[in-house]
């Protein structure tokens, strides 16, 4: 069945459907990365989004069983390829990506030109689109709801055991986060992005605030949260929207990017230093103003944005990028032992 992808411009392109089939709407994003759609599909910060690839070839592996996703369902709106494999050849396969779409209610669409869309969203920045199929549907700007909200976890949960307890401020964390804590023996505390671990007497040593999706302000109490963990001075580490939060508990402030960065081959530049490492990012929002007594940590070798932060005498630092590398690179992988040593 052919469906139409419709920019808020009026820009419309004609596809063909390979999941399931409704008109939905949301920001329109898309990610350079050559595999790893599985893992795209499954991150909780795509929510919202509707997800180019502007790989060639999409679905050749078919979809690995559920302990190799990021969270329990797919999260991004929509799917968009130039051409959809209906044929996968891969071991781990259990499903093909169309069966999967399907079951669970995401629509798809295979647009050769994909190029056409890339171009078009560096071009003139990101932008409001939607999948009409017969019914008519209005735009929707995801960036205005607290899609940190939908997509965190309800209820303290508690994983792996060790001499080390983290708190993990669950915004919308990718299960590798927690994989790459509980592999180095840590005791992982997962709570809710709203709830006040401090006024529920929670002890731990360390707090991680997770990524997520949508503007960061938004998760103003989770923000809230943070800026009384750093009066307790113990060791804090954000990741992609956490670097953000603690940007933004610690006094300075946020922007939305023209497009923002997706893929596995953003190159990352260590400040003071000559490293760079290629890394995995999914964000629309970046730090603008660094926080008082913070300084840059990370900046993106591309466009020179801030992708780090760091505390000059303080155990608090956050990184734009995502270290646990879910699909890889793993170049920052260290990231996590650094911030287990402040502890």
Same mark, same amino acid.
């Given at each position: ?34 595999? $790893?759609? #599985?893992?795209?599909? +499954?991150?909780? &910060?795509? *929510?919202? !989004?509707?997800?180019? %690839? ?7 592996? $078919?979809? #690995?069983?559920?302990? +190799?996703?990021? &969270?329990? *369902?797919? !999260?991004?709106?929509? %799917? ?13 396969? +259990? ?78 964390v990718k299960e590798n986060i927690i994989r790459e804590l509980v592999k180095r023996k840590v005791k992982v505390i997962r709570v809710p992005w709203n709830y006040d671990y401090i006024e529920k007497g929670v002890t731990c040593d360390g707090i991680l605030i997770s990524n997520g999706p949508g503007d960061p302000k938004m998760a103003d109490k989770t923000i809230e949260i943070v800026k009384k963990a750093m009066q307790r001075r113990i060791p804090i580490f954000g990741i992609c929207l956490g670097n953000q939060i603690l940007a933004l508990a610690a006094g300075g402030d946020t922007y939305k ?87």
């Amino acid at each position: 069945m052919q469906a139409k992808l419709i920019f808020s411009d009026g820009t419309t392109i004609e596809g063909n459907s390979f999941g399931y089939e409704k008109s939905i709407a949301g920001e329109i994003a898309f990610s350079t990365s050559m595999m $790893g759609y #599985p893992e795209s599909l +499954t991150d909780p &910060s795509y *929510k919202g !989004q509707i997800l180019t %690839l502007s790989y060639p070839l999409v679905g050749s592996y $078919g979809v #690995p069983k559920r302990e +190799t996703w990021e &969270s329990e *369902k797919i !999260q991004v709106t929509g %799917l968009i390829v130039s051409h959809y494999i209906n044929t996968p050849s891969h071991f781990q396969s +259990t499903m093909s990506l169309s069966e999967w779409l399907k079951k669970e209610e995401i629509p798809a669409l295979e647009i050769p030109d994909t190029r056409f869309i890339v171009k078009k969203i560096r071009d003139e920045g990101a932008a409001l689109v939607k999948i009409e199929f017969d019914d008519k549907i209005e735009f929707v700007n995801p960036n205005k709801e607290n899609l940190v909200a939908q997509v965190a976890t309800a209820a303290v949960a508690t994983y792996g055991k060790g001499g080390k307890t983290v708190v993990l401020i669950d915004c919308g964390v990718k299960e590798n986060i927690i994989r790459e804590l509980v592999k180095r023996k840590v005791k992982v505390i997962r709570v809710p992005w709203n709830y006040d671990y401090i006024e529920k007497g929670v002890t731990c040593d360390g707090i991680l605030i997770s990524n997520g999706p949508g503007d960061p302000k938004m998760a103003d109490k989770t923000i809230e949260i943070v800026k009384k963990a750093m009066q307790r001075r113990i060791p804090i580490f954000g990741i992609c929207l956490g670097n953000q939060i603690l940007a933004l508990a610690a006094g300075g402030d946020t922007y939305k990017l023209r497009f923002g960065h997706r893929g596995q081959n953003q190159p990352c530049e260590l400040v003071g230093s000559k490293k760079c490492y290629i890394t995995t990012q999914n964000h629309g929002f970046a730090i603008g103003k660094i926080p008082p007594g913070f300084k840059p940590w990370f900046i993106n070798g591309n466009d020179k944005t801030n992708e780090g932060i760091i505390h000059k005498t303080l155990p608090f630092m956050s990184v734009q990028f995502h270290p646990e590398a879910a699909p890889g690179p793993v170049d920052t992988k260290w990231l996590f032992d650094y911030f287990l040593d402040k502890i």
